[in-house]
């Protein structure tokens, strides 16, 4: 399994961004996915999460700035970023719960992409 991110770019301070993240290989569906960032010299912390029945929770940084989804069909999952900010730069890695058959599951995480939001 293999998850590959994109989306990443340099912009503005108030621009946006949309980040994907496309799941290839022995996929029997995906269950939990989620957003992670992590800043130069910061530990890496959750920025969204999606279950696979659609429920979403976001970190209060991102609050009413950003929007998880994703497209069970595609294997995909999308991080609509709003309002950026130079606290925004980082490194944004995707995970994903995929499950190979009904009961087995293991956690994938994409290379990252990154996101850099100048003043």
């Known amino acids: 399994v293999q998850l590959v991110e994109s989306g990443g770019d340099m912009v503005q301070a108030g621009e946006s961004l949309r980040l994907s993240c496309v799941a290839s290989?022995?996929?029997?569906?995906?269950?939990?996915a989620g957003w992670y960032r992590q800043a130069p010299g910061k530990q890496r912390e959750l920025v969204a999460a999606i279950t696979d029945d659609g429920r979403v929770n976001y970190a209060e940084p991102v609050e009413g700035r950003a929007t998880i989804s994703r497209d069970n069909l595609d294997k995909t999952v999308y991080l609509q970023m709003r309002g950026l900010k130079p606290e925004d730069t980082a490194v944004y890695y995707c995970?994903?719960?995929?499950?190979?058959?009904?009961?087995?599951?293991?956690?994938?995480w994409g290379q990252g992409t990154q996101v850099t939001v100048s003043s």
């Open positions: 995970t994903m719960k995929v499950y190979s058959n009904y009961y087995n599951s293991d956690d994938y």
């Open positions: 290989g022995g996929i029997y569906r995906i269950g939990t």
